[in-house]
C-alpha cells in the first residue's frame, strides 16, 4: 500500500493517503469514541439532518452522527526482512539500559483506516488504499465492540470500497447528501480516526472543489483545511447539518504533516459507486480507448480551430472501441451525447456514468470541420491499456522565428539531438531525446520533411505548427510558433 507519492519538482512536499497508518495501535478506541453520548442523540434507523446547523458549534453534530462512524483495522501481509546485525557494544552499558527501555517497534503488517454504515445490512464505506491487499479486516465500533469484516466490492478508480460486518445490523446509519448544495468557504466537518487514536472531530472550510491530485482518474476532488490525518482514509466529511458530503481520501503533506489542505470524494461520486459495489461487488465503466491533452489555444490554432473549445485526443489504442469507430489522433472532442465536453474530467465523468456495450455518438473536430462518429463502448481491460480519459499537461506556448532543433534519424526514428536555448523548441519544452513523429498530421521521416511542413503551414497563414512528438513511450502534441526568418 502506497503511502505517499511524491509531487514534482523539488523540495520534500508528499500527497499522503490519509489513512493506513502503518503500524499504528489504536488507542481506546471504544472510550475516545464515545464523546457525549451520555443521552443518545442518534436515532434509530438512518440518522436524518438537523433542523438547523447549531450555531454553537459542532457537539450536537457530532454526537447524533458519531454512532455510524467506524474504526477499521487491517493486517497486510509484508516480506520478511533479516534482523539487523546487533554490534557487541550495545551490550556494554548505559547502552543496554537505554534499549530495554524502547518501546517496541509497531508491526508494519497493520494499518488503521476509518469508515462508516450506510444501511442497516452492516455495509461500510471506506477508502480503497485502506483495505487494498489485506489478508485480514476488522472495525471497531462506536461502542467499543470489534467484528471482522469482509470486502464486499473495491473501486480503485475513486478509491471507495465497501466493508460489511456480518453481525447484527447497526442502529444507525448515514446517507449521502448533495455535495453540490456546498459552497467554497462553508464550514464542514471531519471525523475519523487521525494516527489510531480513535473518534475524532475535526471542523474547517471546504477550500475548493474539482482538484485533481493525480489519484484514481477521475480528477473530482473536494479540497478542505479541516485537519485530516494518516488513519482518517474512509471517513465522513459532514456538511453542517450533518449530511456526507464526501468521504476523505488524502492529505497534501510537507514531511508527513497535516498543513490544513486535505481531499474527499465527493458524495455524487461516491454514492453511485457504492451502490453498485453493495450490489454487484465491482463498478462496470464504459471504455472508450483514448489518451487526452489539453487543447490550448496554439493547439486550436494550428488545426484550424477559431477557439479553443473541448478535449484533444493524442493517443488512440488499438483495438479500442474508439479505434473500430475511427477515432484518431489530433481529433478535439467536443461533444459526448450532445452534451459539451470542455475538458478531460468532464469526458472521464460522462464516459464512466456508461456501460460497457453502450452506443454513444462523440463529436469531434478534425481538419477544421465538425463530426459525428458513433461508438459502442467497451469494458475496462484487465491488463490495462491506456488511460481512457487521462488528461496530459499542456505543453507551454512556443514563440520565436525557428523551431531551434537537430534532429538525427535513428533505426527509423527522427529524434532531437539537442535543442538550441531560446528557440521556439526550448520555450515549448522540446527536449533531447523526443521523437517526432508528424508535424501538422504528416509523418515526418527526415528533416526535409520538417521544413516542408513548417513552410506549408507558414504558406496557409498560420501562426502555429502542431507537432507529434513521442517521449517515454507516451505520445503528446505540441503547438510551436512559426515564423520563418
Known sequence: MKLSTRIPPRGAIALFTAGALTGAVVVGAASSAAVGTGSPASPAGPIGALSAPSPSGFADLAERVQPAVVFVTVE??????????????????????????????????????????????????????????????????????????????????????????DAAGPSSWLAFGDDGEARVGDWVVAIGNPFGFGGTVTAGI????????????????????????????????????????????????????????????PASVAAPVVAELI???????????????????????????????????????????AARAGMRRADVVTAVGGRAMENGKALAREIGTMEPGDEVVVTVVRDGEPLEVAVKLGGWPDAGGPEAVSEAPAPAPAAGPRLGVYLENRDGKLVIASVRPDTPAAEARLRRGDVLI??????????????EALRKAADAGREHALLLVERGGQPRFVAVRIEIA
Open 206 to 265: 471546504l477550500s475548493a472543489r474539482g482538484r485533481d491530485i493525480r489519484a484514481g482518474g477521475y480528477g473530482d476532488f473536494l479540497q478542505v483545511d479541516a485537519p485530516i490525518n494518516r488513519g482518517s482514509s474512509g471517513g465522513p466529511l459532514f456538511d453542517t447539518r450533518g449530511r456526507v458530503i464526501g468521504v476523505n481520501a488524502a492529505i497534501y503533506a510537507p514531511a508527513g504533516g497535516n498543513v490544513g489542505i486535505g481531499f474527499a470524494v
Open 76 to 165: 497486510k501481509a509484508v516480506a520478511a526482512t533479516a534482523p539487523m546485525p546487533r554490534p557487541p557494544w550495545l551490550d556494554m552499558a548505559p547502552f543496554e539500559r537505554f534499549f530495554e527501555r524502547m518501546p517496541s517497534m509497531p508491526d508494519p503488517r497493520v494499518q488503521v483506516g476509518s469508515g462508516f454504515f450506510v444501511d442497516g445490512d452492516g455495509h461500510i464505506v471506506t477508502s480503497d488504499h485502506v483495505v487494498a491487499d489485506a489478508s485480514e479486516v476488522a472495525v471497531t465500533l462506536h461502542d467499543g465492540t470489534r467484528h471482522e469484516a469482509r470486502v464486499v466490492g473495491r473501486d480503485a478508480r475513486t478509491d471507495l470500497a465497501v466493508l460489511r460486518i
Open 438 to 451: 508528424s508535424v501538422d498530421n504528416a509523418p515526418v521521416a527526415a528533416n526535409a520533411d520538417v521544413r
Open 279 to 321: 450490489e454487484e461487488g465491482k463498478v462496470s465503466r464504459g471504455w472508450l480507448g483514448v489518451t487526452l491533452q489539453a487543447l490550448t489555444p496554439e493547439i486550436a490554432e494550428s488545426l484550424g480551430m477559431e477557439e479553443a473549445s473541448g478535449v484533444l485526443v493524442n493517443d488512440v489504442a488499438p483495438d479500442s472501441p
